[in-house]
């Protein structure tokens, strides 16, 4: 079946726009995670959803950061005012609820010049 | 605040060798991972250990768990070079959504 999906793959915006990043988790998954992954460095935690609430956002770093799940499905991870620091793999992972293991996008590569 | 240290972090070792990539953690876990990146790609999932003694295999890979050391291991038996790739542990508190990633071990095997 589909695995999670994510879009765009690569984005280049220039300082201080606004970008928007999606996912499109695998189907019957619940739960929804992004993870920001920077340059030689393990992917670090930044939102959980589960269905289309946020059940924990400790990890966003700033509030120009901010996700939505509407729908209890796909998401967008939204950034404001982007600054260069927010280069980084931005990634999305699925899950069938807690306790579950986590399936992992192919990411979105977001460079601010 | 959960720690997770990998090591160690840069690793290149001859085909047909065998090592251990270390991976503590600092507090309970319910549950460890194992995930492989190569380059400009993904996570792919290697193992899951649910509990204290798991052991698990797939091919020349091994991962163990031991919770009471707060420790996984994971072995590579007579390296290949398609075994080249960055190697990361990831833990799940327990009660805990999240994952906390270790900085990840870059493995390189030369032939």
């Known amino acids: 079946g589909a695995g999670v999906s994510q879009t765009p793959s690569n984005k280049v915006t220039e300082k201080g726009k606004y970008v928007e990043l999606r996912c499109d988790p695998i189907s019957g998954h619940t739960a929804l995670y992004w993870y920001r992954q920077s340059l030689g460095q393990g992917p670090e935690f930044l939102i959980y959803f589960q269905g289309t609430g946020a059940a924990d956002d400790s990890g966003l770093p700033n509030d120009r950061f901010f996700a939505v799940r509407p729908e209890g499905s796909v998401s967008t991870l939204k950034i404001q005012r982007t600054e260069r620091g927010d280069s980084a793999v931005y990634l999305c992972?699925?899950?069938?609820?807690?306790?579950?293991?986590?399936?992992f996008g192919p990411g979105t590569r977001l460079t601010v010049t | 605040e959960l720690k997770v240290e990998q090591n160690p972090l840069f690793l290149s070792m001859q085909e047909g060798k065998n090592y251990t990539i270390y991976c503590n953690y600092s507090?309970?876990?319910?549950?460890l991972y194992w995930y492989r990146q190569d380059p400009g790609k993904s996570l792919e999932s290697l193992f899951v250990?649910?509990?204290?003694?798991a052991v698990k295999q797939e091919g020349r890979l091994m991962a163990s768990l031991d919770t009471k050391a707060r420790l996984s291991t994971l072995h590579i038996t007579a390296a290949v070079h398609d075994l080249s790739a960055t190697y990361f542990c990831?833990?799940?508190?327990?009660?805990?959504?999240?994952?906390?990633f270790g900085t990840g071990t870059r493995l390189t095997i030369i032939p």
């Open positions: 992972a699925s899950s069938q609820g807690q306790g579950n293991e986590q399936y």
């Open positions: 250990l649910l509990s204290n003694g």
């Open positions: 507090t309970t876990s319910d549950r």
């Open positions: 990831a833990v799940e508190p327990a009660g805990n959504e999240k994952l906390t």
